[in-house]
C-alpha cells in the first residue's frame, strides 16, 4: 500500500487540501466569488434603474409628442378660423367698396345728366333768342321794332338766368 502510486497521489491531494485550508485558499476563493457576486448583483440593479429611467423618458416623450401634435391642432385650427374671418372681412370690405363706387358712378352719371340738360336748355334758349331776334328784327321797324327787341331780351335773360 506505500508502494502503490494511488496512494500517494490521494495523500499529496490531501496535504495540498489542507494547506490551502491553512493558508485560507477557500476564504480567499469565496469572498472573490462574493465579490463577483455583488459586482454582478449591482450591474443588474444598475441596468434595471437605467431601463426603468428610459422606459420613464420614453413615456416623457411620448407623452410631449402627443401634447405636441395636440398644439399643433389647435394652432392650425385657430389659423383656419383667422383665415377664414379675415377672408369674410376682406369680402365684406370689396362689397362694401363696390357699393361705394356704385353710388359714385351713379352720382356722377346724375350730375352728368344735369349738366347736359343744362347745356341743352341753354343752347336752345340762345337758339329761341337768336331767332326771335331775327323774326323781330325781320317784322318790326323802327324805333318800336328797337325798344321791343331791347325788352324782348331783357325778359328772356331774366326768365333764363
Known amino acids: 500500500m506505500l508502494m502503490e ?3 500517494w497521489v490521494t495523500v499529496a491531494f490531501v496535504i495540498f487540501v489542507a494547506l490551502l485550508v491553512y493558508v485560507g485558499a477557500h476564504k480567499m476563493i ?5 465579490e463577483r457576486r455583488d459586482k454582478a448583483r449591482s450591474e443588474l440593479d444598475e441596468a434595471r434603474r437605467l431601463r426603468d429611467e428610459a422606459q420613464n423618458l420614453l413615456a416623457d416623450y411620448q407623452r410631449k409628442g402627443r401634447e405636441a401634435a395636440a398644439d399643433a391642432e389647435a394652432i392650425i385650427a385657430s389659423a383656419r ?3 377664414e374671418r379675415i377672408a369674410a ?3 365684406a370690405r370689396v362689397e362694401d367698396l363696390v357699393a361705394r363706387r356704385t353710388a359714385m358712378a351713379q352720382t356722377k352719371i346724375a350730375q352728368a345728366e ?3 340738360l343744362a347745356e341743352v336748355r341753354a343752347a336752345a334758349a340762345d337758339a329761341a333768342v337768336t331767332a326771335a331776334t331775327k323774326i323781330l328784327v325781320e317784322s318790326a321797324k323802327g324805333e318800336v321794332a328797337d325798344k321791343l327787341i331791347a325788352q ?6 331774366a326768365k333764363l338766368n
Open 5 to 7: 502510486p494511488e496512494f
Open 30 to 34: 469565496l469572498a472573490g466569488l462574493d
Open 81 to 83: 378660423t383667422e383665415a
Open 89 to 91: 372681412e376682406a369680402r
Open 114 to 116: 344735369a349738366q347736359a
Open 152 to 157: 324782348g331780351i331783357i325778359d328772356v335773360k
